[in-house]
Nanobody, 124 residues
Framework: QVQLAESGGGLVQAGGSLRLSCAAS????????RGWFRQGPGKEREFVGA?????????YYRDTVKGRFTISRDNAKNTVYLQMNSLKPEDTAVYYC????????????????WGQGTQVTVSS
């Protein structure tokens, strides 16, 4: 089992930036993918993006964050990052990272371990 811990959330003004971290521990050797999801107030959890490094590292993003958010990975630290720039009030949500063996799709059923989430609040 992989354990995940997010950090880096906070309050930021519109147009600002935040970097979220997702540190992994446990049986990380069998997991080659991480996804980021978010859940805003009164909304369902939605896919933000994902990264897969089984062979060539690939990243995927939902359309509304393309060009603003970037997912990266530090192998030595077993940590995946979500760099968020040009933040908008509609990005306000609890952000979760999730792990899978190889899946990087938008369905949360494809991921088998989740972090506790970190709150991101963007003020207008």
């Amino acid at each position: 089992q992989v354990q995940l811990a997010e950090s880096g959330g906070g309050l930021v003004q519109a147009g600002g930036s935040l970097r979220l971290s997702c540190a992994a521990s446990g049986r990380t050797f069998s997991s080659y993918a991480r996804g980021w999801f978010r859940q805003g107030p009164g909304k369902e959890r939605e896919f933000v993006g994902a990264i897969n490094w089984r062979s060539v590292t690939r990243t995927y993003y939902r359309d509304t964050v393309k060009g603003r958010f970037t997912i990266s990975r530090d192998n030595a630290k077993n940590t995946v990052y979500l760099q968020m720039n040009s933040l908008k009030p509609e990005d306000t949500a609890v952000y979760y990272c999730a792990s899978s063996a190889d899946y990087t799709g938008s369905s949360y059923y494809g991921y088998d371990a989740w972090g506790q989430g970190t709150q991101v609040t963007v003020s207008s």
